[in-house]
């Protein structure tokens, strides 16, 4: 059997625990049944951090994290929290991890299941089979950008500043992980900013072709304005497979192409950072969605975002595409037999908890291991 792969558990606050604890049987299995082992370590993050360590990210946990070979994260906030100032917030964990591990590339699938083909609000031949994904630049642009603020002016109004920059070496980072998955994948990227009207745009335009021209001449590379990918994801979203962009129109249109094919409760994600010098990344996997307070201990919440987050953690930190595969399936597996939690229940549709799901999930993955 391979080295055990060190994974980080912080389940946070409100539904994470809930989702990560169907995430944890999902691990089990493949402790159990496949040639990869796990040894797992469990951490607080955010509000439960806060109330467990006074903090809402420990030096030790962050310690922890950066030694990890990939963290999974539940969700961060609430409302028993809400109050707090700023700094020491829930959601200050999570961007204590993005910052000291580096993330710099988000990596948000859209992808299709089947089962699901008329929960969209596109038509079914257009999303049926649909598989892309963006990549989002996520530690630079008008985001972090200097000078920002806002000020008095003499005249008694007020002026608000943000600014949008980027260097050749933040956009050829992120870039080169777009290049690299478009060539595990179907070999396709799209490069998308707005050139047209913004410097920024123009640089990041040129450097993605001089990186494609220099080290990808395999891969087949557009340029589209971001305004008009807006656009074309909702026309004709198969036309794409990777597209990568910066971090504020990356911020739009990874939400814009998450939701062409369902609920928030079936949205993974992956942040990475730069590999070092063995190739191996800083990663952290989480749901798109929050704590959801609102359905929080009450079995309801759906768990498949996070088990799909473990899919991508198999996928891109350890290398384990047929894995990830297997997880996949099981996720439309059992969809096709019509579990359904609450957020995705359909007519004629079996209705299901979170452990049920969870159940469901690991009896698919037996079933497609037997
Ligand atoms: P949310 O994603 O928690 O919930 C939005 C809606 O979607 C709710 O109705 C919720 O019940 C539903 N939902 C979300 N995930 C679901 C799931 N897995 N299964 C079924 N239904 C699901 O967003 P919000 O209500 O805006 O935020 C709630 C809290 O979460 C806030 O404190 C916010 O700051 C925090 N938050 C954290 C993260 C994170 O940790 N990455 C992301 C977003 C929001």
């Given at each position: 059997?391979?080295?055990?792969?060190?994974?980080?558990?912080?389940?946070?606050?409100?539904?994470?625990?809930?989702?990560?604890?169907?995430?944890?049987?999902?691990?089990?299995?493949?402790?159990?049944?496949?040639?990869?082992?796990f040894d797992v370590?469990?951490?607080?993050?955010?509000?439960?951090?806060?109330?467990?360590?006074?903090?809402?990210?420990?030096?030790?946990?962050?310690?922890?994290?950066?030694?990890?070979?990939?963290?999974?994260?539940?969700?961060?906030?609430?409302?028993?929290?809400?109050?707090?100032?700023?700094?020491?917030?829930?959601?200050?964990?999570?961007?204590?991890?993005?910052?000291?591990?580096?993330?710099?590339?988000?990596?948000?699938?859209?992808?299709?299941?089947?089962?699901?083909?008329?929960?969209?609000?596109?038509?079914?031949?257009?999303?049926?089979?649909?598989?892309?994904?963006?990549?989002?630049?996520?530690?630079?642009?008008?985001?972090?950008?200097?000078?920002?603020?806002?000020?008095?002016l003499p005249d008694?109004?007020?002026?608000?500043?943000?600014t949008q920059v980027?260097?050749?070496?933040?956009?050829?980072?992120?870039?080169?992980?777009?290049?690299?998955?478009?060539?595990?994948?179907?070999?396709?990227?799209?490069?998308?900013?707005?050139?047209?009207?913004?410097?920024?745009?123009?640089?990041?335009?040129?450097?993605?072709?001089?990186?494609?021209?220099?080290?990808?001449?395999?891969?087949?590379?557009?340029?589209?304005?971001?305004?008009?990918?807006?656009?074309?994801?909702?026309?004709?979203?198969?036309?794409?497979?990777?597209?990568?962009?910066?971090?504020?129109?990356?911020?739009?249109?990874?939400?814009?192409?998450?939701?062409?094919?369902?609920?928030?409760?079936?949205?993974?994600?992956?942040?990475?950072?730069?590999?070092?010098?063995?190739?191996?990344?800083?990663?952290?996997?989480?749901?798109?969605?929050?704590?959801?307070?609102?359905?929080?201990?009450?079995?309801?919440?759906?768990?498949?975002?996070?088990?799909?987050?473990?899919?991508?953690?198999?996928?891109?930190?350890?290398?384990?595409?047929?894995?990830?595969?297997?997880?996949?399936?099981?996720?439309?597996?059992?969809?096709?037999?019509?579990?359904?939690?609450?957020?995705?229940?359909?007519?004629?549709?079996?209705?299901?908890?979170?452990?049920?799901?969870?159940?469901?999930?690991?009896?698919?993955?037996?079933?497609?291991?037997?």
């Amino acid at each position: 059997m391979a080295s055990n792969k060190k994974l980080l558990v912080l389940p946070g606050d409100g539904i994470g625990p809930e989702v990560m604890g169907q995430v944890r049987r999902v691990v089990d299995w493949f402790d159990k049944r496949r040639a990869v082992g796990f040894d797992v370590a469990e951490g607080f993050v955010g509000g439960a951090a806060i109330d467990a360590e006074g903090a809402p990210l420990s030096d030790e946990t962050m310690a922890e994290a950066m030694a990890s070979d990939a963290v999974l994260l539940g969700a961060a906030g609430g409302p028993k929290w809400d109050n707090l100032p700023f700094e020491q917030k829930p959601e200050r964990g999570l961007l204590r991890l993005r910052k000291e591990m580096d993330l710099f590339a988000n990596l948000r699938p859209a992808i299709c299941f089947e089962p699901l083909v008329d929960a969209s609000s596109l038509k079914p031949e257009f999303i049926s089979g649909l598989d892309i994904l963006i990549v989002r630049e996520l530690t630079g642009g008008v985001y972090f950008g200097e000078p920002r603020g806002i000020e008095d002016l003499p005249d008694g109004s007020r002026r608000g500043v943000n600014t949008q920059v980027y260097t050749t070496a933040e956009i050829q980072r992120v870039a080169r992980v777009a290049f690299e998955l478009a060539g595990k994948r179907s070999g396709r990227l799209c490069s998308t900013e707005k050139a047209n009207v913004m410097e920024t745009g123009v640089l990041w335009r040129q450097e993605v072709q001089k990186l494609g021209d220099a080290e990808y001449p395999d891969i087949e590379l557009t340029h589209m304005y971001a305004d008009n990918c807006a656009m074309q994801l909702v026309r004709n979203p198969k036309q794409f497979d990777v597209i990568v962009t910066d971090n504020l129109f990356g911020d739009m249109l990874s939400d814009e192409a998450a939701m062409l094919t369902g609920s928030l409760g079936m949205l993974p994600s992956a942040s990475l950072g730069a590999p070092d010098v063995t190739g191996r990344r800083m990663a952290l996997y989480e749901p798109v969605h929050g704590s959801a307070p609102d359905i929080t201990g009450q079995d309801k919440a759906n768990p498949i975002a996070s088990v799909l987050s473990f899919a991508m953690a198999l996928r891109y930190s350890f290398d384990l595409g047929d894995d990830a595969d297997l997880v996949e399936q099981a996720v439309n597996n059992v969809l096709a037999d019509g579990f359904r939690t609450a957020d995705i229940m359909q007519p004629g549709m079996k209705a299901v908890s979170t452990t049920d799901m969870g159940t469901a999930l690991v009896a698919a993955l037996d079933a497609l291991a037997a």
